[in-house]
């Protein structure tokens, strides 16, 4: 899905990922924003250019060679020096409240504050332990159950004070997770950790990357406001055309210029890209197609995720839990 299009771009309910992102941190008052990016870096710089149109400044980093989590923040340097910063991950959408984590650091004057996230089961994340003053003591990597005692994992939302840029090496592959927050932790600087309960993914797998666009749907983020809402939560784009006998059913989303044929059925958690076509007697559900895919006649998707000019021809059976990658042709 990703080998023409970077994964911090790749469209989510009408919008790029990033964008979401971007919003989230206008809320919060940043309006100043560092994309630190090695792959593809074109492709990111030609939908945002300077940010202008969303009303921020961006401003780009640029990795000749992976740098690791931390490096990649010790290239973004230059645009925030002197200044306390936030840093996403680039493939995560929360709902945080930034604006609280950024009080919590100042109050407690940290040096670094991690936003961190209760899980059911912390066995497969990298755990962060607290004291009674919300101050980070240990990390754990992937724990056993019986060495899981706490539940909260590192979210991948930080604050950080202007001098943690000096703990990390300039020009090399540092992790922040396995050698920046270690080093924090034994300089003994103030470390901390802000839990919330709310909502927090990321889009790292395909399954993932699926069940979020439910979430939007579902309302845990807004849809894109160039997007009209018929009844049932249908949300639709500028152009599209259905046909007579064809049945929409929200929540779902369809981008502009698609088309859908007679008899045709979008059921719930269907969203379409731009001009994707739907033929006669065919049915979307669960699904997600990036833009200018199309379906023939009486073709049945559930759960399934196709990416760009894809073509599924009349009477094809596609599996649930099928991924097929820019220009498949079934």
Same mark, same amino acid.
């Given at each position: ?13 009408g919008? $790029? ?14 309006? *100043? ?7 593809? $870096?074109?492709?990111?710089?030609? !939908?945002?250019?300077? %940010? ?10 640029l990795?000749?060679?992976?740098l690791?989590?931390?490096g990649?923040i ?7 020096? %002197? ?6 991950n680039?493939?995560?959408? @929360? *709902?945080?409240?930034?604006? +609280? ?8 004057? /940290?040096?670094a @504050? ?5 899980v059911?089961?912390? @066995?497969?994340?990298g ?5 009674? +003053?919300?101050?980070? !003591?240990?990390?754990?990597?992937? $724990? =056993?159950?019986?060495?899981?005692? @706490?539940?909260t994992?590192?979210a991948? !939302? ?25 080093h ?9 950790g ?10 790292? =797998? ?5 069940? =979020?666009?439910?979430?939007v749907?579902?309302g ?10 018929r009844? /049932?939560?249908?949300?639709?784009g ?16 369809? %981008? ?6 007679e ?6 958690y ?7 076509? !739907? ?14 895919t199309?379906?023939? *006649? ?21 599996? $649930?839990?099928?991924?097929?990658? *820019?220009?498949?042709?079934?």
């Amino acid at each position: 899905m990703t080998d023409h299009l970077p994964k911090n771009i790749v469209p989510l309910c009408g919008a $790029p990922f990033l964008t979401y992102q971007i919003e989230y941190l206008k809320k919060a008052g940043v309006r *100043d924003i560092a994309f630190s990016i090695g792959y593809r $870096p074109a492709d990111i710089r030609k !939908v945002y250019g300077d %940010g202008r149109r969303l009303g921020v400044r961006i401003h780009y980093a640029l990795e000749k060679k992976p740098l690791g989590t931390a490096g990649a923040i010790k290239n973004a340097e230059k645009f925030v020096k %002197g200044s306390p910063v936030v840093v996403l991950n680039g493939d995560i959408l @929360t *709902d945080i409240p930034l604006r +609280k984590m950024i009080a919590f650091h100042r109050r407690n004057r /940290n040096m670094a @504050t991690l936003g961190l996230f209760r899980v059911k089961d912390p @066995t497969a994340y990298g755990l962060v332990l607290l004291d009674k +003053k919300y101050r980070v !003591v240990k990390f754990l990597e992937k $724990p =056993t159950p019986e060495e899981a005692v @706490t539940d909260t994992i590192n979210a991948g !939302v930080y604050v950080f004070e202007p001098e943690v840029f000096g703990y990390i090496p300039p020009r090399v592959n540092y992790s922040a997770e396995r050698a920046l927050f270690p080093h924090l932790l034994n300089a003994k600087e103030p470390f901390g950790g802000y839990v919330w309960k709310g909502y927090w993914q990321d889009i790292g =797998t395909p399954r993932k990357y699926l069940t =979020t666009h439910w979430d939007v749907l579902n309302g845990a983020f807004e849809i894109p406001a160039r997007f009209s809402s018929r009844k /049932n939560k249908v949300y639709l784009g500028r152009g599209v055309k259905i046909a007579k006998g064809a049945l929409l059913k929200g929540p779902a989303l369809l %981008g502009d210029g698609c088309v859908v044929g007679e008899g045709a059925r979008i059921l719930p958690y269907a969203v379409l890209g731009e001009n994707c076509k !739907v033929g006669k007697n065919s049915s979307v559900s669960r699904s997600v197609l990036w833009e200018g895919t199309s379906l023939g *006649d009486e073709v049945n998707l559930e759960e399934v995720i196709l990416g760009r000019k894809c073509r599924v021809p009349s009477h094809s059976k596609v599996a $649930p839990g099928s991924v097929f990658g *820019d220009g498949a042709v079934l």
